[in-house]
């Protein structure tokens, strides 16, 4: 799992940024219609917010689902028209998970706890991207590499917008035409080449000739070899010399990974499987990273600056080879915690304590859910081979913050237990409802097992690992209780991927900090004191074995990793500050550098203090968990609804 994602939900002001963004939103569906260079711009499990560990993903390809647009938008729509006042939607959180409920219960700090508000605005948390090769990512360079080989700057402005729609419908075969001509006004060989590049380059999978009709020259573009030929990199027309892949970094503003990957291909009319990215970000965040895709030239994605909202693309290069997950080394993390209540004694303990000590290595909480229907429930059925339970939890109706058509599809399914019934009731599809609905429609009440397995494979595997997770939150709460933070005989460390037992007379070689625990599973040993027990206790309250952790279903068997119980952050700084509007930013962004913003003038004694924080964190690990152990504060989404929601009265 790489992961970066802070699920607390912060109640909007009015005129909040997210306002602004939800417009934007809006904008963006006006300006991509006048920016075409590939046009169109454009989970309820969130669909694979986080990637799964890779040590539990030794075969897991990363699977991307291209959207149907007219869903995506309608989900769109839908969101916007669920909004609901912050009082409602705190009041439904109610129903949520805290803390405790999933085993996160410990502290390593001796400090007293304050409060803070995390996330107050998606700007307050920032994350770079930090390369196998230790260089953080930034965004820092607009311009484009000079390649003779690319078509000149004319090749996007020269189809006219109603060229441009026939073109995309002919690509896209949303109609019957077989080819589309463009008439050659101003005739001249170079003003057809640039024709014959522009349509060649926006529309991957079309060829084009140059016809005579009536004494007029026209350009016919036409599909090479049908349906397969659509959106397929054109190998014949890339340099040998250039790499096949440009690699770029991608800033953006409150939006995932995946679906900033589904907006780029949209806007690139290519399939999302050409992008690969070490790691996925979260939405509520800026967010810097390395992207790198498949025969698409810099000059085209540079292009695309000029269309898109909450997106900048720059630092562009080739290379041979694309990025794979889990390729890097960790993220560095820029946070504001906002109206912070502690003194400036309590502030530099905490800070002190996270740079020298770290905080318990938790699951955080977006790993479990946001429902009254946790994650891990559900993959602890799947591990019991339970599939009626697996169904029931998905489907089944459940208290909380839920969108009402959602709601709707679980009363649909509670009263009728038809798939089709329920499905009408759901506009969006592409949710896990939705999927599970459509293999019971097509596999049949009685095959389960294979409706499930239309869910796409890493989605599936997040419910077990969220249960691993579970059971690791609650052990490693156990394992501080019992023997606080010092190595002990019986623990286990690692040497090099191997784990060991420490023994008594090496245990004054080894400190917390070398301490290891492992997610349960058939390829990993467990500590040889008393939490040892407590996994196998655990495991038979919930009917599993502890030594049969293997799965008839082989998807579903868990081989099982370890993980550090304490980290300890680098590049640890902090500052305090004063500020009056909680509308300003309380720091500059890469973007804002690039456009010669100014740093914020905060006043010397304002209404409230805020907390800036930076530090670097490994792969695996969670910032929410390094910001609880500052805060000594439940940093569920349940909890810090409720805390916005105070402040707002």
């Not at 409706?451 to 609650?474: C, D, E, K, T």
């Amino acid at each position: 799992m790489e992961t970066v994602e802070l699920s607390s939900v912060s109640l909007k002001r009015p005129h909040s940024e997210d306002d602004v963004a939800n417009a934007d939103e809006i904008k963006r569906q006006k300006i991509s219609e006048k920016c075409k260079t590939g046009n169109n711009s454009g989970q309820s499990v969130e669909t694979v917010t986080e990637q799964p560990d890779k040590s539990l993903l030794e075969d897991t390809k990363n699977e991307i689902i291209p959207n149907e647009e007219s869903e995506e938008q309608e989900e769109e729509e839908l969101e916007d028209s669920e909004d609901g006042d912050p009082e409602s939607f705190a009041d439904m959180m109610k129903h949520g998970l805290t803390e405790s409920d999933v085993g996160i219960t410990k502290f390593v700090s001796s400090h007293k706890g304050f409060s803070g508000i995390l996330k107050e605005r998606y700007s307050d948390f920032v994350v770079h991207e930090i390369g196998k090769d230790g260089r953080v990512s930034h965004l820092d360079d607009f311009s484009v590499p000079v390649d003779d080989e690319d078509p000149s700057e004319e090749t996007f402005t020269v189809l006219s917008e109603e060229d441009k729609q026939r073109l995309e419908e002919l690509q896209l075969l949303k109609n019957k035409e077989t080819s589309v001509a463009i008439e050659v006004i101003e005739d001249t060989k170079e003003k057809r080449t640039v024709i014959h590049q522009a349509v060649k380059s926006l529309f991957p999978g079309l060829e084009t000739k140059t016809e005579d009709r009536d004494g007029k020259k026209y350009i016919i573009a036409y599909h090479a070899a049908g349906k397969k030929a659509l959106a397929n990199p054109r190998k014949h027309s890339w340099p040998k010399s250039r790499g096949s892949y440009c690699h770029f970094v991608l800033y953006k503003e409150n939006k995932d990974t995946m679906d900033a990957i589904n907006v780029l291909s949209k806007f690139l009319r290519v399939k999302p499987n050409i992008f690969s990215y070490m790691g996925t970000k979260d939405k509520r965040a800026i967010t810097v990273q390395e992207i790198a895709v498949l025969r698409i030239t810099a000059q085209r994605l540079a292009h695309l600056n000029k269309c898109l909202m909450n997106f900048k693309l720059g630092n562009f290069s080739y290379k041979n080879h694309p990025l794979k997950l889990g390729e890097l080394q960790g993220n560095h993390f820029t946070v504001v915690l906002r109206n912070i209540t502690g003194t400036d004694e309590q502030i530099e303990q905490a800070m002190h304590s996270l740079r020298e000590i770290g905080f318990i290595n938790y699951y955080g909480m977006q790993r479990f859910g946001t429902t009254a229907v946790p994650t891990y429930q559900i993959g602890r059925a799947i591990l019991q081979n339970n599939w009626n339970e697996v169904m029931d939890l998905i489907l089944k109706p459940r208290p909380g913050a839920e969108k009402g058509y959602l709601v709707k599809c679980r009363e649909e399914w509670a009263k009728t237990k038809d798939p089709a019934a329920a499905l009408k009731k759901l506009p969006v599809k592409r949710c896990v409802e939705g999927q599970l609905l459509r293999g019971l429609l097509k596999y049949g009440m009685k095959n389960i097992i294979s409706a499930f397995g239309i869910i796409p494979r890493n989605n599936r595997l997040m419910y077990i690992h969220s249960y691993q997770s579970y059971v690791w939150n609650n052990m490693v709460s156990k394992r501080i209780e019992e023997y606080g933070l010092r190595a002990v005989p019986g623990d286990l460390t690692l040497k090099g991927a191997t784990a060991v037992h420490i023994e008594e007379g090496d245990v004054d070689n080894y400190t917390i900090h070398d301490v290891v625990m492992p997610l349960p599973g058939f390829d990993v040993i467990y500590p040889k004191h008393k939490i040892g027990e407590a996994y196998k206790e655990m495991l038979v309250a919930d009917n599993l074995d502890i030594n049969n952790m293997r799965h008839k279903i082989r998807d579903y068997s868990l081989s099982g990793a370890y993980r550090k119980i304490i980290i300890r952050p680098q590049n640890v700084n902090w500052e305090v500050v004063a500020y009056d509007d909680p509308r300003i930013p309380l720091f500059t962004t890469d973007l804002d550098k690039l456009e010669g913003k100014p740093l914020p003038v905060l006043p010397t004694n304002g209404k409230f203090r805020a907390l800036k924080m930076e530090f670097s964190l490994p792969p695996s690990t969670y910032a929410t968990m390094a910001i609880r152990e500052v805060l000594k504060m439940d940093t569920s989404i349940k909890n810090q609804t409720q805390l916005n929601t105070t402040w707002l009265r």
